[in-house]
Nanobody
Framework: VQLQASGGGLVQAGDSLMLSCTTS????????MGWFRQNPGKEREFVAG????????YYADSVKDRFTISSDNAKNTVYLQMNSLKPEDTAVYYC????????????????????WGQGTQVTVSS
């Protein structure tokens, strides 16, 4: 079971990036997917989540209206489109798969996820 996150990089404030998370090894039937981010010495922070059908999405207030999460189940891939990036968005971004109940409360909790990707670095310069 693997989650492979990619798409990170170094960009300037105001730029855009799209992260991808591809799952392999098994099919996460009816699983929810989430994106989290973390900086050294800080707790892992919820960014966005999407349910298995793609019909519900959840966002942290700090990224709402700038980030968009989407999924392509045929490709076993979840995307995070990040627009209007700010220096405070700098972090290692992780994707995760699990079975959180349909609410931002559960999607935002790392304990609700069973599998995690290795992370991809996003650095936003001012």
């Amino acid at each position: 079971v693997q989650l492979q996150a990619s798409g990170g990089g170094l960009v300037q404030a105001g730029d855009s990036l799209m992260l991808s998370c591809t799952t392999s090894g098994r099919t996460f039937s009816r699983s929810g997917m989430g994106w989290f981010r973390q900086n050294p010495g800080k707790e892992r922070e919820f960014v966005a989540g999407i349910n298995w059908s793609g019909s519900r999405t959840y966002y942290a207030d700090s990224v709402k209206d700038r980030f968009t999460i989407s999924s392509d189940n045929a490709k076993n891939t979840v995307y995070l489109q990040m627009n209007s990036l700010k220096p405070e968005d700098t972090a290692v971004y992780y994707c995760a798969a699990g079975y959180p109940s349909d609410s931002v409360y559960y999607y935002s909790r790392p304990s609700q996820y069973n599998y995690w990707g290795q992370g991809t670095q996003v650095t936003v310069s001012s």
